[in-house]
């Protein structure tokens, strides 16, 4: 207190206190009329509305409808563990993360390499999913499908090679070992395949610790096309 001063004069002369930071000013933001040639990266979150050729690595990441990333999208870690990467425009590369959405509208064309992913839209070069992978209604993929857990709903369209359980941990352990990455923690008992109905195939298997959730609906091309393949060269052989 200062001797001299009115209560209303001590208020006014109090330093002035300012709000604390949100969790959103952590996010850097890319706007609609800005574009960036070259690599990007931040530790924090970052949104994407402009246009960006090169590289992005961000702890979370989220590309609008009016965004684009001509270069590859990684997940950088921070505080042990990483945000999920949501795509609602357009990437021309490969997007690795823990957690993947694509929604509707969004196009990944070089792939998506995830623990766990969404697909509402569009994706190129095929799907690799450590733990788990969801293909919605709208999902288009064209490129092989490799996932330890897959639920595929009716009107999904998968233009390549499925695989689950066994034969996917194979492919995951490669992943990890080329990658340095371990794979998901769980077992795979090996069943037949034939109990799916719309995506049939020899590269194609079901397993007890995989959701072969695939309905008539959704459509498989790719493996069952090589089957047939196959079981015609047997034929040709024998006759002749």
């Known amino acids: 207190m200062v001797l001299g001063r009115s209560g209303k004069e001590q208020e006014m002369a109090r330093p002035e206190q300012r709000p604390r930071p949100t969790a959103a000013s952590d996010t850097s933001v890319i ?18 509305e402009g246009r960006v050729t090169g590289n992005v690595s961000a702890g ?18 921070g505080n042990g563990r990483t945000q999920a990467i949501i795509i609602d425009g357009r990437v ?5 993360a823990d957690r993947v959405e694509v929604r509707l509208g969004g196009t990944v064309s070089g792939g998506v390499f ?28 064209e490129g092989d499908v490799r ?30 070992a080329a990658t340095g990455r371990s794979t998901s923690s769980g077992t795979a008992t090996k069943a037949s ?26 459509a498989s091309s790719g493996a069952a096309s090589s089957g047939a393949a196959k079981s015609v060269a047997k034929e040709r052989a024998k006759t002749g």
């Open 92 to 96: 021309e590369g490969a997007v690795r």
């Open 60 to 77: 979370g990441l989220e590309v609008a409808a009016s965004g684009s990333v001509e270069g590859d999208i990684t997940a950088r870690e």
């Open 193 to 218: 395949g034939g109990g799916q109905t719309g995506a049939t195939g020899p590269d194609q298997s079901s397993s007890g610790d995989s959701e072969a959730a695939i309905p008539a609906g959704a």
């Open 114 to 141: 995830a623990d766990e992913a969404v697909i509402h839209g569009k994706v190129r070069q095929g799907i690799l999913a450590r733990t788990r992978l969801v293909l919605e209604e709208t999902a288009a993929v």
């Open 147 to 176: 996932a330890r857990r897959l639920a595929l709903k009716e009107g999904g369209q998968v233009n390549g090679n499925i695989r689950m359980g066994d034969q996917a941990a194979a492919d995951l352990a490669k992943d990890a």
């Open 31 to 48: 706007s609609k009329d800005m574009r960036i040639v070259g690599d990007c990266e931040t530790d924090g979150r970052l949104r994407i």
